[in-house]
């Protein structure tokens, strides 16, 4: 049996972006329950810059839907690597993205996917992040030093 | 233009709208299946706890059957849209860019009718599908006929560059005021159309590693559809 996504430690933010709405309020249920991140959401291209200009370092990961009204996700990915440089960037897509895509981006994750296997998709970015987190702030003796 | 019963690029050009549409269809139908699995997934989870659920099993089993059938669902979509996408067999060939432009100009279902037509065109041989190089000459060109309402000239420009092939589609209307906006599929600003056609002729120059771009002059409109196959 496949294990349960980890609830992460510390409440953690996530910025979803996804012009569905039935979507976007269902999966932030999830992870809010299951993962127990808080969820900020939103619909389109404009709300998502507006979120990550205002608090972008708020956020340990942002999940981008592909096709966002007619700008595709991934155009916002320059914006979160500059205003969120320390999150990781997760494409929540319907269909496989391009190579470009997956190169562009941290992870990715299709809609299709059974829905435990979705949530362990997205607990691993976010562990993948503390770890970087926690790694920064107790740096290796002897390591480089800033 | 065209005076003949068939047109030639007919069914590359019905290939193109199924496929975008089974497209477009699948990535809104997979959106609704995916949030009736994620809400039948926190049903099952709550549900699954309570009284209600050991009181009558059929609950779990009917939660746990609509995540098979939005799957089942999400399967028959997919075997769909592969097949759409089969429709069309690209060839690609030694295409003539004044025969491909020929064919578009013949072949276009907008009046001309009160238009200048003016062609300028560089010959040259680029290794294409030639169907799908004429239905996006094609589109650019009746976007360009519709912008001048009857009333106007349309001027096409075709230069060899250094990588491919470039073609200019001049028009003397009103300009695109949303450039944007006007690879939106469905989008359109014109009665009686699907707003599909710009998009089709981007798409087509984006598989032969070119580009469309849109730029509205001091009159009228300038398409550049660019291919380098």
Known sequence: ?146 | MSSGWRDPLAAVERAYLLDRSTSLLRHDVRNKLASIRNMAFYLSKRVGKSALASEDARIELFLRQIDTEVTAADDLFEHFSTFSRTLHVRIKEPVSTGAAIAVAVDSARASTVGVAIAIDAEEATIQIDASEYALAIRCVFENALEAVHLEGTVEIVGRVTPNGYRIEVHDSGQGIAQPDEAFREFFTTKAGHIGLGLNIARNIAKRYGGQLQIATRDEGALVVLQVSP
């Open chain 1, 1 to 146: 049996m496949r294990p349960e996504p980890r609830i992460i430690a510390a409440r953690l933010a996530v910025l979803l972006v996804d012009d569905d709405e039935a979507y976007r309020f269902s999966l932030a249920v999830l992870l809010e329950d299951e993962i127990g991140v808080e969820v900020d959401v939103a619909s389109t291209y404009d709300e998502a810059t507006q979120k990550l200009e205002e608090a972008g370092n708020k956020y340990a990961l942002v999940l981008l839907d592909q096709m966002l009204g007619s700008h595709p996700g991934q155009t916002l990915v320059p914006l979160v690597r500059e205003r969120a440089p320390a999150a990781r960037i997760m494409v929540v897509s319907g269909a496989e993205p391009s190579r470009a895509v997956e190169e562009a981006v941290d992870g990715v994750v299709l809609k299709t996917l059974a829905i435990p296997r979705l949530l362990e998709a997205i607990s691993r970015q976010l562990e993948v992040r503390e770890s970087a987190t926690i790694a920064l702030q107790n740096p290796t003796p002897g390591g480089p030093t800033r």
